[in-house]
Structures are given as C-alpha cells and as structure tokens.
DNA sequence: CATATTGTAATAGTTGTATATTACAATATG
DNA sequence: CATATTGTAATATACAACTATTACAATATG
C-alpha cells in the first residue's frame, strides 16, 4: 500500500500526482498484482481532495490497464506490467529536487546546507 | 548562466519551472549576485513560450527580492538575505527536510537518491 | 430482497495557466 | 536627440484543473 501525500506547492496536478504515485508504487514493486487501492471516496477523504479528482485519477490509469475497476468492489492493481525509463525517474527526481531547493533557498539555504542535513538525520530527524 | 529548460510532460507550469530553476541556480551557486538574467524576450524565443510567461516568472521573483529589475536595462539577480535565529534556521531545514523526503519517498526515491541529485546539480559551478 | 458500498456520470462555477496582440515606459546607445 | 532595447501593462481568448453537488449503476452483504 502506497502512502499516498499530495504537495499542493509543487505545481503538479492532483490527479497527476496520484496517477504517478500509483505507477512509481507498481514499477518499485510496492504495489502488487490484485492488489486493491483505496476506494475514490476514501482516497478523496483521506487526501482531503473532491472525489472527482481521484475518480479522473483512477480512470485514466483504468484506460491505460494499469488499474482495473469494478464498480460495487474497487479498484484493484491491474496485470499490465509498468515500466519508468530511467530518463522519466531522473526527471521527476530533478522536478522534485529543484522544487525542493527553490523552497529551502527561500529560507536562505544553500544545496550544501540541504545536503548536510539529509546526510545526517536522513531527513527523518 | 543557467541552461534553461523547460518539460511540457512535467505538469509543472512554465512559470514554475523557469522560477524554479532560477532558484535551484542561486542555491546552488550557479547564479551570482549581480548576474544578468537574459531579457523576457530572449527567453520567451529561447524557450519558446508567450513573453506573458517569462515575465510573470521574473515578476514574481522580483517582488520577493530574489530578483532586481530596471527597466531599459534587463534583469539581475538580486541579494536576498533572510535573518533568522541560528536554533529557528536549523528547526526550519530539519523540517523542510522531512516535507522534502516523505514526498521524495512517495514517488520510491530515497535519501541517498535525493542527495545524489543535489550533488550532480549543485557541486558543477 | 433490502441496503450499503463502490464506481460512474453530469452539470455548473471558479481559478489558474498560457497564448496572442498591442501599446506604453524607462533606460541605453550611437 | 533619435532610436533601439528592456521591462511593463492591458485586454481578450482558450483550456485545464478543481470543487460542489446530485444522482445513477453495479456489486456485495446481511
């Protein structure tokens, strides 16, 4: 089960956000064939967003048989296998760490210090 | 000078990125004070996106003082100092930090990973 | 069978993003 | 001074994203 977290400053879509969360949460193995998702209203709830947005979410990925749907029982991991090039994962990382940076610059901190601090306390602390 | 870019596949808005990528320059050292941006023509043709679009980025990094403009002249990166107390500093990165990572860990990257990338970008100058 | 649960659909309204276009204002340059 | 260059402003248009709301359809459950 992915944690799903949505980061309303990072410009992405909501629905975009989800879709990708659940394709990364495939591709890493974290989510399982048959797996079930949460229900849309759950999801909605549980992200605090329209049930509309997880429904468009939910659908395209229906579309494109990553997920598979049945209506009166949820929404379950589908059988098609989801691959991320190597090029798309450096480019979301690269998309996350910039916005990353453009925050904590913000509050006057350098790559060094953000650096410094993850290799520390892992960014757990 | 920074080597604009922009992704389309993104979902980030254009103005986002060029504000983003702005930053993560100064940060990371890439950007100096004083440094000229190029015009909001120039990037609007290089990045072939509306002249509204690039200046409404520089806009808005204008009015937070990372940016200084003059008309007639161009645009410079401005000297943008932000006091805050040493303990209140330190509290603010540990805690963008652990933002910066459960969302990193959403999409399956890892402190490790994280850190790669900021080194890649931000070690160049 | 009755009811709850789950996905689906449709409509309307608001906001944000980007484009195209035109024009003006301030500064630099020859 | 004349002109080019740079940022600024204003308007209109189109589309995407999100919300709110209501209702329906298919399946599961007691």
Redesign the interface.
């Known amino acids: 089960m ?4 949505l ?1 309303p400053k ?4 909501f629905y ?1 956000q989800i879709i ?2 659940i394709r ?2 495939i ?2 193995g ?1 989510l399982k064939l048959g797996e079930q998702l949460p229900t849309v209203r759950a999801l909605a709830v549980q992200l605090k967003v329209n049930l509309n947005t997880v429904t468009k979410a939910y659908k395209e990925l229906e579309i494109q048989k990553i997920l598979e749907t049945q209506q009166g029982t949820g929404t379950f991991i589908g059988s098609l296998t989801v691959n991320i090039s190597e090029k798309e994962k ?26 410094q ?3 520390q ?5």
């Open positions: 992915i944690n799903f977290k980061d990072s410009g992405v879509p975009r990708d969360q990364y949460g591709a890493s974290d450096h480019d979301k990382l690269k998309s996350i760490c910039r916005e990353f940076m453009s925050i904590a610059y913000s509050y006057g901190f350098d790559v060094e210090d953000v650096i601090e993850l290799k306390n892992g960014g757990r602390s």
